[in-house]
């Protein structure tokens, strides 16, 4: 019996002089590991257009049906991103989700991630359907966020089909670059669809 009050004070006395483990949130927040799945982002080019292209494809990956996407048009007269197609509303369901990262594996264009952001108490569920607008980086803002933990980048010389049976996006000559990395103005003038112009720019090349 003796023996074993020994042992823990033994015990008590080696964890004394040890820093403790525990941290004084929300004054003081843990340094989270660079793939920890917190809540999600949707980012933007550096020019400012959504990476989204409301493929739906996060939407179909995901396991919890917690993503709700209605896409529309993009136009001359309002661009919002470099595809066709835009998420006018893309809303996750946090109450469904189960933080598996599907959805950021699915995306072909690196618009959505999920971040160290875990602060999603709230009073009201409701709350906890996160809107495009709560989701949407800042304009200004650029990130790639986890998407570098996860992926290695491809080789600068790599270049890869769009999913385009024409083999042409916006009027130029289809590389990865021109679906995940667009370099882009927002205000540049776009051919969408041009499908003569692409095949005379890709015949004008190859000559
Ligand atoms: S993290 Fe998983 S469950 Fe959550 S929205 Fe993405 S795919 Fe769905
Ligand atoms: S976030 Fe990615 S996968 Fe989901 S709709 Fe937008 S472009 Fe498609």
């Known amino acids: 019996m003796a023996m074993e009050i020994l042992k823990g004070l033994a015990t008590t006395l080696r964890e004394l002089g040890k820093k403790p483990t525990t941290v004084s949130y929300p004054e003081e927040k843990r340094q989270l590991p ?15 257009l959504e990476r989204c292209v409301g493929c739906f494809l996060c939407a179909g990956a ?26 006018r509303i893309f809303d996750v369901n946090l109450l469904r989700c189960i933080f598996c990262g599907y959805c950021e594996q699915a995306c072909p264009t690196g618009a959505i991630t ?19 607008e709560q989701l949407l980086e800042p304009e200004g803002s650029a990130t790639r966020g986890s998407l570098d933990a996860w992926t290695s980048p491809p080789p600068e010389d790599t270049t890869t089909p769009v ?45």
């Open 163 to 207: 999913p385009s049976r024409q083999g042409f996006f916006d009027g130029q000559v289809a590389t990865a670059t021109a679906v995940g990395q667009g370099d882009l103005l927002a205000r540049q003038e776009i051919k969408l669809g041009d499908e003569q112009a692409a095949r005379d720019e890709t015949a004008a090349e190859e000559a």
């Open 34 to 48: 660079s793939r920890f799945r917190g809540r999600h982002v949707l980012h933007r080019y550096e020019n400012g």
């Open 114 to 132: 999920l971040e160290n952001i875990y602060e999603l108490a709230s009073m009201r569920p409701e709350d906890l359907i996160y809107h495009k």
């Open 62 to 87: 995901c396991p919890a049906d917690a993503i709700y996407i209605e896409a529309a048009e993009n136009t001359e007269e309002n661009r919002v991103s470099p595809g066709e197609r835009y998420a």
